[in-house]
């Protein structure tokens, strides 16, 4: 009875240690990026899932960062789309959004506008599990946080 209290523990442990992993390597995927303001403000429109929403407020407060005497930031998250297909023996998952970043700087009367829409995609083909097609779109969404974060590297 030991022996199998002690395989589920460790059963249990080994999963809870490949979540924590995966949080990492995402972490450090994403590109820390600095803004010559002083205010940074994050707008999310309403139709984000909460899990995309909570990646992307992780994202902004830890990899995007302030560094400057005046001038603020609005970045904008719209237009989030999810589109679930199915194709040969299996289903797809289409997943974009579009992203604007408007800069202000009162005191040199200047303005910047960077606008960018990124997309990613994930699939699975034979026979699979709801739970495996739900981790399939969390990938794909952690996914469309990366790209959104190099392409918006890409263009400052």
């Known amino acids: 009875m030991n022996k199998i209290i ?5 059963f249990i442990t080994s999963g809870c240690g490949y979540s924590a992993t995966s949080a990492d390597k995402v972490s450090t995927q994403l590109d820390i990026m600095t803004f010559e303001v002083v205010q940074k403000e994050l707008i999310i429109d309403d139709n984000l899932p909460n899990n995309v929403e909570e990646l992307i407020k992780k994202w902004f407060d830890n990899k995007v960062k302030i560094n400057g005497f005046d001038g603020d930031m609005t970045f904008t998250i719209s237009d989030y789309q ?3 297909s199915l194709i040969d023996e299996g289903k797809r998952v289409d997943i974009s959004l579009k992203f604007n970043v408007l800069i202000k700087k009162p005191t ?5 506008f960077i606008n960018g829409e990124v997309a990613s995609y ?3 083909q034979g026979k699979f599990s709801l739970n495996e097609f739900d981790t399939i ?3 794909t969404q952690i996914d469309l946080i990366v ?4 392409d918006l590297k890409s263009k400052i």
């Open 147 to 150: 790209r959104l974060s190099r």
């Open 122 to 124: 994930g699939a699975l």
């Open 137 to 139: 779109i969390r990938k």
């Open 6 to 10: 002690l395989a589920v523990f460790l």
């Open 108 to 112: 040199l009367s200047k303005r910047l």
């Open 82 to 84: 999810e589109k679930i």
